[in-house]
Nanobody, 116 residues
């Protein structure tokens, strides 16, 4: 079992920045890749960014150049630095971890609201 806890969401004005963090606990040795997903009201959950066990990142086109995903293996955390935020970035952001056995785990989500 893997437990994931997100933090760092909140309200920010357009053009502002936020940093999300995800703390992993439990069977962390089994985690392969991790990622951030988001779900806006009335929309499906979508991938925002992914980072492999080798620390290679992948980003959705909508966030490339604005968001940066990182992983601290010593602290068992993953972060998402979000810059130049837009109203369309408003969503609940979820941390995801996938184990070597392809089992997925989700955090409880953290709300990000971009509004003036």
């Amino acid at each position: 079992q893997v437990q994931l806890v997100e933090s760092g969401g909140g309200l920010v004005q357009p053009g502002g920045s936020l940093r999300l963090s995800c703390a992993a606990s439990g069977s962390i040795f089994s985690i392969n890749h991790m990622g951030w997903y988001r779900q806006a009201p009335g929309k499906e959950r979508e991938l925002v960014a992914l980072i492999t066990i080798a620390a290679r990142p992948t980003y959705a086109d909508s966030v490339k150049g604005r968001f940066t995903i990182s992983r601290d293996y010593a602290k068992n955390t993953m972060s998402l630095q979000m810059n130049s935020l837009k109203p369309e970035d408003t969503a609940v952001y979820y941390c995801n971890a996938v184990t070597a056995g392809d089992f997925g785990y989700w955090g409880q989500g953290t709300q990000v609201t971009v509004s003036s």
